[in-house]
């Protein structure tokens, strides 16, 4: 059982930047395969950001040039730094966790998750 824990929501501007983090309390994280998923009011949860145990990294377009997802695996911890923040990037953010070689885009890829937190960005 890994529990996830993310910290570092909260209300900002547009075109301001914040940086997520998401602890994980397990003894093998660097054997995880990690990803930052969201969901807006009213809408479907979505992939944000991704990355591998091998550290490759993968993002939903509209993210691609100003987010970066990376990982501190003696720390146990992944990160979500987000820059230039749109009204559109209102959501909660749920970090993931999963061991197996899944598709890193499809919530199903993801046995564990945390609670979530809320970033709100206004116009």
């Known amino acids: 059982q890994v529990q996830l824990v993310e910290s570092g929501g909260g209300l900002v501007q547009a075109g301001d930047s914040l940086r997520l983090s998401c602890a994980a309390s397990?003894?093998?994280?660097?054997?995880?395969?990690m990803a930052w998923f969201r969901r807006a009011p009213g809408k479907e949860r979505e992939f944000v950001a991704a990355i591998r145990s091998g550290f490759t990294t993968s993002y939903r377009d509209s993210v691609k040039d100003r987010f970066t997802i990376s990982r501190d695996n003696a720390k146990n911890m992944v990160y979500l730094q987000m820059n230039s923040l749109k009204p559109e990037d209102t959501a909660v953010y749920y970090c993931?966790?999963?061991?197996?070689?899944?598709?890193?885009?499809?919530?199903?890829?993801?046995?564990?998750w945390g609670q979530g937190t809320q970033v709100t960005v206004s116009s």
């Open positions: 397990t003894r093998t994280f660097s054997s995880y395969n």
């Open positions: 993931a966790a999963d061991q197996r070689n899944r598709s890193p885009v499809h919530a199903l890829g993801y046995d564990y």
